[in-house]
């Protein structure tokens, strides 16, 4: 009854080696998120697609993108991964934006950069 | 930006115990949430309260969005070891905020011994 997918559970890459981390979701939901944790840390939202419309947090580096081909899927993209970037990635879905109670997460994904 | 002041940020309890941890704003918020997060897992959804004064319960555990909208606590009662996790609290500032995006306290660390 899995109901926001991350795939995979753990990735392991290089420095500098372009990764991508996968979501989908089965709820249908307009609104999907991208937080970055760290370690003894809360959630930091890195961007969000309401819909087609992406948008981005002002203090998330360029190195990470986002693509949402279709309602189900979301992507985030690391271009050139450095250690610092070495983190659980979090997927998240709401209803839509204001729906905040709607906002389920996904199990992530630990990111390791050797 | 929104900043949300979450205590204690560990404890260390005796099963069956009861457990409080409270979160603090200097400004007003909507909605209040509460998460719990396993390791190695996403955030799931314990409690959501909209109004100010509002007392919500889920099995063994109560939250309260106080009076003034600043602050919010979360009890669990007779703790069991499952209970062990992070705890979030998360707002939504009055009016929206930015693009709905959720603030999030730093956590607390629950540890039960048996």
């Known amino acids: 009854d899995a109901m926001v997918i991350q795939n995979p559970r753990y990735q392991v890459t290089q420095f500098g080696k372009p990764v991508t981390l996968s979501c989908s979701q089965t709820?249908?939901?307009?609104?999907m998120y991208w937080y970055q944790q760290k370690s003894s840390q809360a959630p930091k939202l890195l961007f969000h697609y309401y819909d087609k419309d992406f948008n981005n947090e002002a203090d998330t580096p360029d190195n990470f993108q986002s693509r949402r081909p279709n309602t189900s899927f979301c992507f985030l993209d690391i271009r050139s991964p450095g250690l610092g970037d070495a983190a659980m990635y979090l997927c998240a879905t709401s209803r839509d934006p204001s729906s905040v109670d709607t906002q389920y997460f996904g199990p992530g994904t630990r990111l390791t950069v050797l | 930006g929104q900043q949300l002041n979450q205590s204690p940020q560990s404890m260390f309890i005796q099963e069956g115990e009861d457990v409080s941890m409270n979160c603090t704003s200097s400004s007003i918020f909507n909605t209040w949430l509460w998460y719990k997060q396993d390791p190695g897992e996403g955030p799931v959804l314990l409690i959501a309260?909209?109004?100010?004064?509002e007392l919500t319960s889920n099995g063994r555990l109560t939250a309260q969005f106080g009076i003034t909208r600043k602050d919010s606590f979360l009890n669990i009662s007779a703790s069991i070891p499952s209970d062990v996790g992070i705890y979030f609290c998360a707002g939504l500032p009055l009016g929206g905020g930015s693009n709905y995006k959720l603030t999030f306290g730093k956590g607390t660390l629950l540890t039960v011994n048996p």
């Open positions: 309260l909209y109004k100010a004064g």
């Open positions: 709820l249908n939901h307009n609104v």
